[in-house]
Nanobody, 129 residues
Framework: EVQLVESGGGLVQTGGSLRLSCAAS????????IAWFRQASGKDREGIAC????????LYLDSVKGRFTMSSDNAKNMVYLQMNGLTPEDTAVYYC??????????????????????WGQGTVVTVSS
């Protein structure tokens, strides 16, 4: 069974940091591009960071570039999202997402109804002002 399980969300003050983790099972990163999405209250889900499965390139949404870093440990089938300089605008449910067909670059930006194969259950990040 293909599965993603996120952890690491929580409450943090403005300017603080969090590290999200995502445990993947049932597939390998060689075959799937993997990404982090988030959904703030009342807004569409948006892709904020991804890793291309064919060359390991990381891509970021402009609003998180320079503050968030996505990484992977292929041996452990884990991906991470290090989030620094958090602001209340980063408050959202964060999802780990994987797809075997969609290229990494296509993950970035609003989901806009697109189908992506594998979603985790989400982890809540709340940034207080």
């Amino acid at each position: 069974e293909v599965q993603l399980v996120e952890s690491g969300g929580g409450l943090v003050q403005t300017g603080g940091s969090l590290r999200l983790s995502c445990a993947a099972s049932g597939f390998t990163f060689d075959d799937y591009s993997i990404a982090w999405f988030r959904q703030a209250s009342g807004k569409d889900r948006e892709g904020i960071a991804c890793i291309e499965h064919y060359d390991g390139t990381t891509l970021y949404l402009d609003s998180v570039k320079g503050r968030f870093t996505m990484s992977s440990d292929n041996a452990k089938n884990m991906v991470y999202l290090q989030m620094n300089g958090l602001t209340p605008e980063d408050t959202a449910v964060y999802y780990c997402v994987a797809d075997p067909v969609v290229p990494g670059s296509a993950f970035i930006g609003p989901l806009d109804g697109r189908y992506l194969e594998v979603w985790g259950q989400g982890t809540v990040v709340t940034v207080s002002s």
